[in-house]
T-cell receptor, first 114, second 116 residues
């Protein structure tokens, strides 16, 4: 079975500061990795995903994530955040060659302060 | 395309009442699923379907039923509501059917359910 650990439940930062949201996963097989974002009172939308190839993945709104197989991590980064990035961010995995079932982490609430 | 739609947006039930949460998608997606979101718990899979007529249980299926008679619709039924089912419910869909699909899941806006 797969599991996802998001190491920080809340991350407060000031506007224009860099941010890193941490995600570690556990799996006995190779996985595909995803980051989803949930703005207040909305559903989730895909930010980026890692399937194969380059370990640095670029997503929407200036976010990027780096897959590190040896550390089983998929941390999300943005060099300069905006107030509008305030949202909850979810890391998720699907096993390769397995089921359709996404396994989510518990989420990290990013709050960007002026 | 409307994408994934859910109704109602809000619902208050009394313990023991039943209701159906509706979910529809117009993208011809084969895979559909229901999640519940609770504070500090992330999203947990309730039931999912890989096509019309095929459903299966997720992580937290107790107290919920589903059916999939068409590709477009995937309703979630609460048979006898309990306060523990107070949550936000999300429906999602994607193209992928084959194992290990890499397709993006598209989420509906959610239904906020309170059971008194």
């Amino acid at each position: 079975a797969q599991s996802v650990t998001q190491l920080d439940s809340q991350v407060p930062v000031f506007e224009e500061a860099p941010v890193e949201l941490r995600c570690n996963y556990s799996s006995s097989v190779s996985v595909y990795l995803f980051w989803y974002v949930q703005y207040p009172n909305q559903g989730l939308q895909l930010l980026l995903k890692y399937l194969s190839g380059s370990t640095l993945v670029k997503g929407i709104n200036g976010f990027e994530a780096e897959f590190n197989k040896s550390q089983t991590s998929f941390h999300l980064r943005k060099p300069s955040v905006h107030i509008s990035d305030t949202a909850e961010y979810f890391c998720a995995v699907i096993p390769q060659g397995g089921s359709e079932k996404l396994v989510f982490g518990k989420g990290t609430k990013l709050t960007v302060n002026p | 395309n409307a994408g994934v739609t859910q109704t109602p947006k809000f619902q208050v039930l009394k313990t023991g009442q039943s209701m159906t949460l509706q979910c529809a998608q117009d993208m011809n997606h084969e895979y559909m699923s229901w999640y519940r979101q609770d504070p500090g718990m992330g999203l947990r899979l309730i039931h999912y379907s890989v096509g019309a007529g095929i459903t299966d249980q997720g992580e937290v299926p107790n107290g919920y039923n589903v059916s999939r008679s068409t590709t477009e619709d995937f309703p979630l039924r609460l048979l006898s509501a309990a306060p523990s089912q107070t949550s936000v419910y999300f429906c999602a869909s994607s193209y992928g059917v084959a194992s290990g699909s890499t397709d993006t899941q598209y989420f509906g806006p959610g239904t906020r359910l309170t059971v008194l």
